[in-house]
């Protein structure tokens, strides 16, 4: 790894890893066993994508997606010991709250677990009078508590960043409308509490095609940014209007670590587009949507968790400080 690079976290000497495949230049390559969990790894499963997983204990703990045969949007808990076999609960989670109002359960997806000084942290995809983001927060992966919604209908793909920016909480999220957005810019909010968000800052917008197509019809956040010496490593999905339906590759940017809305640089070619069977079949085909990712901050791995065609979970892998020479290298800002 490049010396002068520093990486935030914990030294993961045994996450997740599979080592590049010989022959092959690919900046992340896929696991070769992929898909790892199948969609229909508990009884009542239509698909499980789209999900968050952390360090936690001695293993792995995660917050699924699992939309079951009624084909109802739920959240489940699951563990694992080694990252990459995964023992999800049968029922879904639920959430404690003081405001039923706010606790009512309509739906749930795409969480991502975010752990902040003592406690993990999870934003999801919330039905209140459309989707919008609800955050709480765990120690152990028991017991969950709901606080408010950080934004207003409609908005998706809330991400918090591991540590408190300018003394406060940070996010970014993708204002959306009900259905299939059409559009969507990235955006940045602080919150002193976690439960009052402003000072609202625009991040990104869609790409022109002409410069990278497959983010040019709307992007949202993906796993937690990776703090570097660098800047703030995002991975980010984006979207291309096909004339076959939308298809959802990913990229990284470089955000500034002060002011994190400000966009250092920005890959013009994907990380990861469809291209495999599971990524380019099942309930909706050509998405490959990252969630979540494991990093060693020594050796600078990055495991990379993305529900692929919205009906299974797969990983890529990677070295982080070759993401960011690429990232800089082909950056289109
Ligand atoms: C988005 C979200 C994701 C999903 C994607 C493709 O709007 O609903 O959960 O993976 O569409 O269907």
Same mark, same amino acid.
């Given at each position: 790894?490049?010396?002068?690079?520093?990486?935030?976290?914990?030294?993961?000497?045994?996450?997740?890893?599979?080592?590049?495949?010989?022959?092959?230049?690919?900046?992340?390559?896929?696991?070769?066993?992929?898909?790892?969990?199948?969609?229909?790894? *508990?009884?009542?499963?239509?698909?499980?994508?789209?999900?968050?997983?952390?360090?936690?204990?001695?293993?792995?703990?995660?917050?699924?997606?699992?939309?079951?045969?009624?084909?109802?949007? &739920?959240?489940?808990?699951?563990?694992?010991?080694?990252?990459?076999?995964?023992?999800?609960?049968?029922?879904?989670?639920?959430?404690?709250?003081?405001?039923?109002?706010?606790?009512?359960?309509?739906?749930?997806?795409? #969480?991502?677990?975010?752990?902040? +000084?003592?406690?993990?942290?999870?934003?999801?995809?919330?039905?209140?009078?459309?989707? =919008?983001?609800?955050?709480?927060?765990?120690?152990? %992966?028991?017991?969950?508590?709901? *606080? @408010?919604?950080?934004?207003?209908? %409609?908005?998706?793909?809330?991400?918090? %960043?591991?540590?408190?920016?300018?003394?406060?909480?940070?996010?970014?999220? &993708?204002?959306?409308?009900?259905?299939?957005? #059409? %559009?969507?810019?990235?955006?940045?909010?602080? /919150? #002193?509490?976690?439960?009052?968000?402003? &000072?609202?800052?625009?991040?990104?917008?869609?790409?022109?095609? @002409?410069?990278?197509?497959?983010?040019?019809?709307?992007?949202?956040?993906?796993?937690? #940014?990776? @703090?570097? /010496?660098?800047?703030?490593? *995002?991975?980010?999905?984006?979207? *291309?209007?096909?004339?076959?339906?939308?298809? $959802?590759?990913?990229?990284?940017? !470089? !955000?500034?670590?002060?002011?994190?809305?400000?966009?250092? $640089?920005?890959?013009?070619?994907?990380?990861?587009?469809?291209?495999?069977?599971?990524?380019?079949?099942?309930?909706?085909?050509?998405? =490959?949507?990252?969630?979540?990712?494991?990093?060693?901050? +020594?050796?600078?791995?990055?495991?990379?968790?993305?529900?692929?065609?919205?009906?299974?979970?797969? !990983?890529?892998?990677?070295?982080?400080?070759?993401?960011?020479?690429?990232?800089?290298?082909?950056?289109?800002?």
């Amino acid at each position: 790894m490049n010396n002068k690079l520093k990486i935030a976290g914990a030294p993961m000497k045994d996450m997740p890893w599979q080592a590049r495949p010989e022959g092959s230049k690919e900046v992340v390559w896929r696991y070769a066993n992929n898909p790892i969990i199948p969609r229909n790894l *508990l009884p009542t499963s239509n698909s499980i994508f789209n999900s968050a997983v952390v360090p936690f204990g001695s293993g792995y703990a995660g917050v699924f997606r699992c939309d079951d045969t009624n084909r109802r949007m &739920r959240l489940h808990v699951g563990f694992s010991d080694n990252g990459i076999d995964w023992k999800i609960e049968e029922q879904p989670l639920k959430f404690e709250c003081n405001d039923p109002e706010i606790g009512e359960w309509v739906y749930g997806y795409d #969480p991502r677990v975010c752990f902040i +000084e003592d406690r993990y942290y999870v934003t999801w995809c919330n039905g209140y009078h459309g989707p =919008t983001i609800g955050v709480a927060y765990t120690f152990d %992966f028991k017991t969950f508590h709901q *606080l @408010e919604n950080a934004f207003l209908p %409609f908005n998706r793909n809330g991400v918090m %960043f591991p540590k408190k920016i300018n003394g406060n909480f940070a996010m970014l999220s &993708r204002p959306s409308d009900n259905g299939h957005t #059409p %559009f969507g810019d990235i955006f940045y909010s602080e /919150s #002193p509490d976690l439960e009052y968000w402003g &000072r609202h800052r625009h991040v990104m917008s869609p790409a022109p095609f @002409e410069d990278s197509a497959w983010q040019c019809t709307k992007i949202g956040a993906g796993p937690i #940014p990776i @703090e570097t /010496s660098e800047g703030w490593l *995002l991975i980010y999905h984006g979207v *291309l209007n096909s004339c076959n339906g939308f298809v $959802y590759a990913f990229g990284s940017a !470089l !955000l500034d670590l002060e002011q994190p809305w400000k966009v250092k $640089y920005r890959s013009g070619p994907y990380l990861i587009t469809p291209q495999t069977t599971y990524e380019c079949m099942g309930d909706v085909p050509n998405v =490959t949507f990252p969630c979540a990712a494991i990093h060693d901050s +020594e050796t600078g791995r990055i495991a990379i968790y993305y529900g692929c065609a919205d009906t299974v979970t797969s !990983l890529a892998f990677g070295y982080i400080d070759e993401i960011i020479e690429f990232t800089k290298a082909n950056s289109i800002i």
